[in-house]
């Protein structure tokens, strides 16, 4: 699957990392209902969550770049 851009709103937790809690597709804005995973890579930062909608999506965040993808989507 080609990397679709996507608007990320985040939240810092107690260690001041950030996960995402909403994300915006087209126009579509997605509340996060769920973090179901995270995991790190060299450069970038993983999030597995579960949308408001009830799909689960995976969201890459580029670090150096400071970018957002959406790498996976299943319904």
């Not at 915006?24 to 930062?45: M, S, Y």
């Not at 009830?54 to 970018?67: A, E, F, M």
Request: glycine share 8%.
């Amino acid at each position: 699957m080609t990397e679709i851009p996507v608007t990320v709103e985040c939240y810092a937790g107690h260690r001041g990392e950030q996960a995402p809690r909403a994300f915006t597709l087209g126009e579509q804005r997605i509340e996060v209902a769920e973090l179901l995973d995270a995991w790190l890579a060299p450069d970038h930062r993983y999030f597995k969550v579960k949308g408001a909608d009830g799909h689960t999506y995976v969201l890459r965040h580029d670090v150096p770049g400071d970018r957002w993808e959406l790498t996976m989507y299943r319904h």
